[in-house]
Every structure is written in C-alpha cells, then in structure tokens.
C-alpha cells in the first residue's frame, strides 16, 4: 500500500487527486495540507485525516508527496519531503531559476519528479513534437497555441513552455534562444526558426494544446484536449506509484513510460 500526501488539498486538483487516491485500491491518503487560513484547514477528508496547514507531518506517514500548490510554497515543501524522507511529485507550474535550483538540492536526497503535466496524452505529445522539429528544418515556423480557464494565471502555461522546451530540443537549441514574443502589429516580419505562443483563457477549459508546423504551402498540427481535471489526478497519482520505488534522483513523467528524449 502506498501512502500517498496531498499538497493543495484544497485547490481544484488537489480535491481530484484525493479522489484518485481513494479510488485506487493500492494507494491510501496519508494526509492533506493547505495554506493557513484556507476554508478546508481542519476538515476531515477521509479516515479521520484532518487537513492541516504544515507539510511536516503529513510528509513523515507519507511515501510520497503530491504537490500541486504555488511556487512561493515550494520551498517549505521539499523541506518538508527530505525531512520525512518522502518522494514527492511536483506538478506546480510558474517555477523560477531559484526553484528549480531547489529541486536540484532535494533530489540528491530523495526522488523528486516534476511534471508541468501529467497527462500521459501530453507526455506523448512532446515527443511527437520533438520527432517534428528535428525533422523538419527551421523553414517551418513553429506556434504553440494553448487555452485554459479564466482562473489560470501563469502564460504561457507550463505545460505550453513544457512543449515549446521538446520543439527546441528537436532543434538543438534551448528554448530562450528560440522563444519570440507574442506577435503584434508593430512586430515586423516573424523571425525565422523562432517559436512563438498564444494564451487563451475564458469559461472553464481544463486545457487545450496545439503545436502549429507551418511549412509553405502545407501545415502540421499535433495536439492535445483534456477533457476533465481528472486525467492530471490520474496521471499523478500513476507518477507516485512508480516514483515511490525510485532512488534519490530527478525524473519526468517521461522516465515513467520509458521515453529517452
């Protein structure tokens, strides 16, 4: 049985992964933790477990860590995870340098997989269009159109950069080299082999991808739709399972299905 934290256990997802986890009949809730003063701190979510406000003691009954909460949190945490010797699965977006310097520290000492999604459709998406861009030359313009709810902040969306970082490596550049600006009437002509992005948001779209190939005269387009919120709580917890057998290290949701790129 694998013992299994919720972090954000308040948010949208964090309310579908504990679903998830009390579906599943070899994955137990070890626990749920908020920011203080949320409305669900002190509510009972399932054998007797009352969310509280610090990761600290969930993350010692817990395996493993699912963390789906805010960049500003992270780093309380991962100390939390080493201190409890819990993996954890990051799925937050809107991370900085200092936070993935962070991640880096943490995962010397336990596993740590970070997911900017962890739909298994999406993970199969950016490999498909990493195949692309390395095959098809800088002649084909490359756009990554994503749409999300109204509610979502961070643009382009994670999962977005996520597959604009797979089209890059296909091109054997990182993606800051490659990434151009949101085109407008004052932009001028668009810079060949770039990689540009558009943000959608409105209603209650739980995430829409499109990778654009525009080449002359022919287009190719790889996407992916989520159709509910349930999916990511799926494929977390599916990260959870395998990263709670796993050594001290860093993965991705990649590592899990066996994809080397």
């Not at 920011?35 to 990761?55: D, F, K, M, T, Y």
């Not at 095959?135 to 084909?140: F, K």
């Not at 943000?199 to 190719?220: D, T």
């Not at 990260?239 to 590592?255: E, T, V």
Request: glycine share 14%; aromatic share 4%; hydrophobic share 45%.
């Amino acid at each position: 049985m694998i013992k299994i934290g919720v972090l954000g256990a308040g948010g949208r997802m964090g309310q579908a992964i504990i679903s998830e986890v009390q579906a599943e009949p070899d994955t137990r809730l070890a626990g749920g933790v908020e920011r203080p003063g949320h409305p669900i701190c002190g509510s009972v979510i399932g054998e007797g477990l009352v969310v509280c406000a610090n990761a600290a003691p969930v993350a010692h009954k817990a395996d493993v860590l699912i963390d789906f909460t805010s960049p500003s949190a992270l780093d309380e945490n991962l100390r939390a995870a080493m201190d409890g010797k819990a993996a954890i699965v990051i799925g937050t977006t809107g991370l900085g340098p200092d936070n993935q310097a962070a991640i880096d520290k943490a995962a010397r000492s336990i596993p740590v997989l970070q997911a900017a999604n962890t739909a298994l459709g999406v993970t199969l998406l950016a490999e498909l269009v990493e195949q692309a861009a390395r095959a098809l030359d800088t002649g084909w313009d490359i756009e990554i159109v994503e749409l999300h709810h109204k509610h979502k902040v961070d643009a382009p969306s994670g999962t977005a950069l996520y597959l604009g970082e797979a089209a890059a490596r296909g091109r054997g550049k990182r993606l800051d080299e490659l990434m151009i600006p949101p085109h407008t009437s004052t932009s001028g002509a668009r810079r060949a082999g770039g990689i540009g992005f558009a943000s959608l948001r409105g209603g209650s779209a739980a995430g829409e991808h499109k990778v654009i190939l525009a080449g002359e005269g022919e287009r190719l387009e790889l996407g992916h739709v989520a159709e509910s919120r349930e999916i990511f709580a799926r494929g977390a917890v599916k990260a959870a399972r395998w990263l709670s057998s796993q050594k001290p290290g860093r993965y991705r949701m990649a590592d899990i299905f066996g994809l080397k790129s």
